[in-house]
Nanobody, 120 residues
Framework: QVQLVESGGGLVQPGGSRRLSCAVS????????MGWYRQAPGKQREVVAT???????NYADSVKGRFTISRDNAKNTVYLQMNSLKPEDTAVYYC??????????????WGKGTLVTVSS
């Protein structure tokens, strides 16, 4: 069993900042890629940022220069630092991880999501 626990969502004013966290626990051999996705009301889920096990990152054009993804391998946790937030960043943010589990099978897991609302 693998569990993903997201935290950090909430209401923030435009121009403000927020940090999301996603802690992974369970029968893990290794964590490969980690990422954040989001789904705004009435829209499809989209990738926000990803980070490889080696620390290489990729960002959606809409968040480049404002969001930073990072990971703490000792804590099995991925973070998303969001700065200069805009109303259009309002969405449910989901954590996604690619894991090699204890049986050495490759698995993909999603968190339950955390809502970020950017509004004055």
């Amino acid at each position: 069993q693998v569990q993903l626990v997201e935290s950090g969502g909430g209401l923030v004013q435009p121009g403000g900042s927020r940090r999301l966290s996603c802690a992974v626990s369970g029968s893990i051999f290794s964590i490969n890629a980690m990422g954040w996705y989001r789904q705004a009301p009435g829209k499809q889920r989209e990738v926000v940022a990803t980070i490889t096990s080696g620390g290489s990152t990729n960002y959606a054009d809409s968040v480049k220069g404002r969001f930073t993804i990072s990971r703490d391998n000792a804590k099995n946790t991925v973070y998303l630092q969001m700065n200069s937030l805009k109303p259009e960043d309002t969405a449910v943010y989901y954590c996604n991880v690619d894991i090699t589990i204890a049986t050495l099978a490759l698995m993909d897991y999603w968190g339950k999501g955390t809502l970020v609302t950017v509004s004055s």
